[in-house]
């Protein structure tokens, strides 16, 4: 071995042990705001006797675009330790809207609340980590030891099975073999024989940013709706005159979550991972770009603006029309964000009686975007689906109208065993996250072969 061959091994050597020794704590490596239980530990800090190992980073970084500091998880593959010439294509996964900051559920009742309630209900950017527990599944899904679709759903029901020890799934969800059924039976191979061969998925690191409540979106140049946020600490730390109380029982708060240009500032974080990070190096250049419900139109509309930053698209019951949800009522007194990005508001009057810009909905809607592009048939790179029971009718006609305009037939998943029912719920979303993993392989499988 070269000494050059040989230094490299002994230093990667070395991190191995302290990793799986627990002693290695990379700068970011931990949550900043939530407290490491169980589930954080597991994923961030496993241990020597867990069988699975997962390897996962918190990064935080100052965005100049939001004027304060941003969180961000990233999952990076297997092998990312042992294999130190190996790059990988990268993963973006946007989260949906959070309701429970809005005080629509009745949580939030002041800012030290607020504060508590986003490591509680694990929303934002840890949704995809801890809820469509998208690392445990993109790893069984990458694993070479898995030869068959059943040796896939095997491997997932034991990942579930250990993850269940640690507190990681909910007292109401599924148990840990109905998940890996779900999973695989039902949405990545249904009906199918199990013991077909499996092909493991291209290894991509997988990056899940903070979006806030933003949209994914610049905001309309009108009054603002909020009061500028001053706190620019991280774990979206706010003051009491920074709170928002026009929800539907003025004691209740609305945590600021709308303010700024969030366009720009996801822009910002894919510059800052591939320039900034401890991972930059290791990064391909090729990207995809995906998310769920808010995070689906984020998504869609940002990779349909930015066609030359990423290879691969995705929306699981994603907001493909914006322009059905103009002057609702009901819309801009629970989701008065929606309003401050897209809207303009009557100084001294509730949000009910602001209305929207529909020149900035129009810029922004996904379907105006692809229909100006002149797409009219389904690209290989985009993959969308809606549940049967979304529960919302501006999601499914926004889906069903985005078919049309594409030629496709029906991608409505009916209600399955174990998946939820097909609602707009994270049993859902996770069921089909294999899904949605392999479509983002494929897209991406060409351009890693020729790097």
Not at 244 to 263: C, I, Q, V
Request: with cysteine.
């Amino acid at each position: 071995m070269e000494p050059k061959n040989r230094k490299r091994f002994w230093i990667t050597l070395f991190i191995i042990v302290l990793i799986l020794t627990g002693s290695f704590k990379p700068i970011g490596a931990q949550p900043r705001c939530c407290s490491e239980g169980p589930e954080f530990s597991y994923f961030l800090s496993p241990k020597p006797f867990q069988r699975f190992q997962y390897l996962v980073r918190h990064e935080t970084f100052f965005s100049r675009q939001l004027e304060k500091e941003k969180g961000f998880f990233v999952i990076l593959p297997e092998d990312f330790l042992q294999s130190p010439d190996a790059k990988y294509p990268v993963l973006f996964l946007l989260h949906g809207y959070n309701f429970y900051r809005t005080g629509m559920w009745w949580k939030v009742h002041s800012p030290e609340r607020a504060k508590r309630l986003l490591c509680e209900v694990k929303e934002e950017e840890y949704h995809w980590l801890f809820h469509e527990e998208i690392a445990l599944i993109a790893y069984a899904m990458t694993d070479s030891k898995n030869r068959t679709y059943r040796d896939l759903e095997k491997s997932l029901e034991m990942r579930f099975q250990e993850l269940s020890q640690y507190g990681g799934l909910a007292k109401r969800d599924y148990d840990p073999k109905e998940i890996a059924q779900s999973i695989v039976s039902h949405n990545l191979y249904p009906g199918k024989d199990l013991s077909d061969s499996f092909r493991p998925i291209q290894k991509m690191v997988i990056v899940l940013p903070d979006g806030d409540n933003g949209f994914y979106t610049d905001e309309n140049e009108g009054k603002r709706l909020f009061p500028e946020t001053k706190n620019g600490k991280g774990c979206d730390d706010f003051y009491e005159g920074e709170a928002f109380n026009y929800s539907l029982f003025p004691f209740l708060y609305m945590k600021p979550g709308a303010l700024g240009k969030h366009e720009s500032y996801f822009l910002e974080v894919v510059r800052h991972v591939e320039s900034q990070t401890p991972y930059r190096e290791r990064l391909l250049g090729s990207r995809g770009l995906g998310g769920f419900s808010m995070g689906g139109f984020g998504a869609v509309k940002l990779g349909l603006k930015y066609p030359d930053l990423f290879r691969s698209l995705s929306s699981q019951s994603g907001l493909l029309d914006i322009g059905l949800l103009e002057n609702k009522w009901m819309l801009k007194m629970i989701m008065p964000e929606f309003l401050e990005v897209f809207g303009r508001l009557e100084p001294g009057q509730l949000p009910s009686s602001s209305s929207l810009d529909p020149k900035h909905i129009h810029a922004n809607n996904p379907l105006t975007l692809i229909e100006k592009k002149g797409i009219n048939q389904l690209p290989r790179w985009l993959y969308f689906d809606y549940g049967s029971n979304e529960g919302f009718d501006a999601i499914t006609d926004g889906n069903k109208i985005f078919e049309r305009q594409l030629r496709e037939g029906s991608h409505q998943i009916p209600v399955q065993s174990f998946n939820g029912k097909s609602g707009h719920n994270y049993q859902f979303w996770r069921s089909r996250s294999a899904n949605m993993l392999q479509h983002h392989s494929d897209a991406l499988q060409k351009v890693f072969r020729e790097k």
